[in-house]
Structure formats: C-alpha cells, structure tokens
C-alpha cells in the first residue's frame, strides 16, 4: 500500500498563494505518476495537476495552466503544488492522487478557501 498525507491548505485572498505538499510513504517504488485533483461539494472530483514519478513530466487542466505548477522530490517522497494568482473558483478539497503499478491511493485531502 501507499500512504497519503497533504498538507498546506488554508485560506486566502484572491490573488494570493498556497503551496500544498503531498508525502508518500509505503510502496513508493510502484508509483508512476503523482496528481492533484480538487472537488466542491455537490460537484464531481477534477483534475488539476499531474507529474510523473521518474521523468518529471507535467501536465495541467487548462483552468489552472500558468497559475500552478507541480513538482516533486523524489528523495523526500513529496509532491508540491504550488498555486499563484488564487480565485475564489479555485476553492475546493484538494486530494493527492497516486497512480500506481497496481491500485491507486488518495490522501485524506485539505481545504483550499478563496475569498474575494
């Protein structure tokens, strides 16, 4: 299994910024690709942001492409999501996602609030 812990969720002022964190621990080593995805109540869960384990590559929704970026430490088993220029669209639980060889875990999740 893979274990899931985010942190750095908080409340903000519209333009303002976060950085959330994600660490892995367990079965690292089936990990492909790490994620972020955020869900309002009453809405379906969507994608934010996402980086392979090995290579680096990224990929964004297109909601949040040059306000957020996604990084990793491997030697820290940790994700970052670094989210600039924050609007109150961007409140929301967002999870941490592992995408594994085998099944997929998610974090408990933290709460982002924007206010405008």
């Known amino acids: 299994q893979v274990q899931l812990v985010e942190s750095g969720g908080g409340s903000v002022q519209a333009g303002g910024s976060l950085r959330l964190s994600c660490v892995a621990s367990?079965?690292?080593?089936?990990?492909?690709?790490m994620a972020w995805s955020r869900q309002v109540p009453g809405k379906e869960r969507e994608f934010v942001a996402s980086?392979?384990?090995?290579?680096?590559?990224?990929g964004y929704a297109d909601s949040v492409k040059g306000r957020f970026t996604i990084s990793r430490d491997n030697a820290k088993n940790t994700v970052y999501l670094q989210m600039n220029s924050l609007k109150p669209e961007d409140t929301a639980v967002y999870y941490c996602e592992a995408r594994c060889f085998g099944p997929d875990y998610w974090g408990q999740g933290t709460q982002v609030t924007v206010s405008s």
């Open positions: 980086i392979t384990w090995n290579g680096g590559s990224t």
């Open positions: 367990g079965r690292t080593f089936t990990i492909n690709t």
